[in-house]
């Protein structure tokens, strides 16, 4: 079932997402009095990007937005009344993905790949200006990185990639116009967790996907020397091959922070002119991976920004492209929409695996997964992670399902894959680059500050107020299609057209400001002592 909003006819204040559904959105704040639809007049005002009952609900009885289940009535609910915290929420619906065709009674209805439709490939595949690698991988951006193993090294990092930073030393980057620029990507684990539990395994997989991932000429990976995370043991578990471009060294071993400032300073210098020696040339679409994430999102998320790039997704997987959806947490309770894509058993039921992991992770600590929305999120109009969780899938477009990744793992498929993450943005993001996106697709309706070095950012506005607010912070207005300025399928199009000018060198707004170093953010997960 593919999940993309088409707005019914309604008047022009307010949205009707689906026949089915007890609400509209209001498209623009409505003062109270105002009739919405033939006999239902606003009982209060009402924010843009907010719910109205069309109806009169009961506490108790369950709501539906996007012909979708998003919770139950927490008291009784008017015709004409605000729809939000104060009388819906996810109720008895936690742990029970919904059947869309059932009454009000939650089901886990997977109805494992019972809508795969076949991709039909485009006869002439899109192409874009990218940077062929040796091993026939092609990058979007050419940088140099400096990895740590530990906390403890990012000082030293920072210290040797400062002093090729253009703006406070263009001479040191003057003579190499094709490498984009020295990063470091430091973190604050590493040491005082388990040698052989899930915590480290989890972060020497992230590093080393970023240690060989193809935006980057070479990698520095410097450590302190006596961690737990030792660079040996994360070399050789990840199958690593040290060299010029993958140069391992500690502090202890070099001889102190001043010689080990020294040592990457002259490693990297020692590299530049090589790094240089990159052109660009057309490249197939199906070189392009593309991370899917949403962040601040709001009440338009669903209806317009994510449904679009769902549109550009089902175009890139036709040109031979590869997208990856993630955030676990923010998936849930639609999850049976891509159970229902998924190509195999197999892939479905390691999707389900991972929504039961959160369910007893959440479960052992007290917690639960209607933690999400964020106050910015409710601020925005959204109510419980069900509505939110309709939304965020409809970033996947309608292609298949092909694969299932743990965090950080490498995409082995073409096409549509997801990780698991949490709803974190950096800490998700950051196992997407991990498995291997050359690009970031981006939406928010709140106005997220967001970059992820080496890999660009595309961000889309949900709504046309962000973008007139905060136009220097995005690439794309997506508030169009509610404006009714353009269509699903004309903005849909120009995302993709966009993600190919950015995979070709062109700069994103978070690229122009410079976001990218601090959002390395690795997954930490178990116990640290």
């Known amino acids: 079932m593919a999940l ?10 307010i949205i009707r997402l689906h026949e089915r559904d007890d609400v509209v959105i209001a498209r623009r704040p409505l003062p109270a009095g105002t009739e919405v639809s033939p006999g239902v007049v606003l009982s209060t005002a009402v924010p843009a990007a907010h719910k109205i009952a069309l109806r009169p609900i009961a506490a108790g009885e369950s709501l539906r937005r996007y012909g979708q289940i998003i919770g139950i009535a927490s008291a009784d609910i008017a015709a004409g009344d605000h729809v939000h915290v104060h009388n819906l929420s996810i109720g008895n619906l936690e742990g029970g993905a919904q059947d869309p065709n059932a009454g009000d009674t939650p089901a886990k209805d997977y109805a494992i790949g019972s809508e795969v439709m076949p991709v039909v490939p485009v006869a002439e595949p899109a192409t874009f200006m990218g940077i062929p690698r040796p091993d026939g991988r092609v990058a979007t951006r050419n940088y140099i990185g400096i990895l740590t193993s530990v906390n403890c090294s990012a000082t030293v990092a920072h210290a040797i990639a400062d002093q090729f930073r253009r703006d406070v ?8 116009p094709n490498v984009d620029g020295v990063v470091a990507l430091t973190h604050g684990v590493g040491c005082a967790v388990a040698a052989d539990g899930e915590a480290l395994a989890m972060l020497q997989r992230t590093l080393a996907g970023y240690a060989r991932h193809v935006n ?22 990840q199958g690593l091959q040290p060299g010029p471009r993958l140069y391992p060294y500690t502090i202890q071993q070099i001889g102190g922070t001043t010689r080990a400032i020294a040592e990457g300073i002259r490693h990297i210098e020692g590299l530049l002119a090589e790094a240089n020696q990159v052109e660009r040339v057309p490249c197939g679409a199906e070189h392009l991976r593309v991370a899917l994430q949403c962040g601040g ?3 338009y998320s669903g209806i317009t920004a994510n449904p679009a790039l769902g549109a550009a997704v089902d175009r890139l997987v036709a040109h031979g492209g590869s997208a990856v959806l993630a955030e676990t947490p923010e998936i849930y309770g639609a999850e049976h929409l891509l159970t229902r894509r ?21 479960r052992v600590r007290g917690a639960s997964l209607d933690n999400n929305p964020s106050a910015g999120n409710k601020a925005g109009g ?3 992670i069900l509505e939110k969780s309709l939304g965020a899938v409809a970033k996947a477009g309608t292609a298949p399902l092909v694969e299932v990744l743990e965090y950080a793992e490498p995409m082995r498929e073409r096409g549509l894959a997801f990780m698991d ?3 974190f943005d950096p800490v998700s993001v950051t196992g997407q680059v991990a498995s291997g996106c050359n690009l970031i697709a981006f939406t928010t309706g709140r106005g997220s500050a967001f970059g992820c070095a080496p890999v660009p950012s595309l961000k889309l506005a949900t709504n046309s107020a962000l973008w007139q607010r905060q136009r220097d912070d995005m690439d794309i207005n997506c508030g169009t299609l509610v404006d009714g300025e353009t269509d699903l399928d004309t903005l849909g199009e120009q995302i993709f ?14 690229e122009r400001h410079g976001y990218g170093q601090q959002e390395f953010v690795p997954w930490q997960i178990g116990v640290i002592t």
């Open 216 to 237: 980057f000429a070479a990698v520095l990976v410097i450590g302190l020397g006596c961690e737990t995370n030792q660079i040996e043991a994360l070399i050789e578990s």
């Open 421 to 423: 993450s949490p709803g």
């Open 342 to 362: 998924a190509v195999s058993p197999a892939v479905a039921d390691k999707l389900i695996a991972r929504i039961h992991w959160w369910e007893a992770y959440c």
């Open 497 to 510: 057209q966009r993600l190919l000018t950015l995979a070709s060198g062109d700069p994103s707004q978070s």
């Open 4 to 13: 993309i909003a088409q707005a019914t006819d309604a008047p022009a204040s």
């Open 169 to 176: 030393h263009p001479e040191a980057m003057a003579p190499y």
């Open 297 to 299: 999102s709001d009440g």
């Open 382 to 384: 959204l109510t419980t």
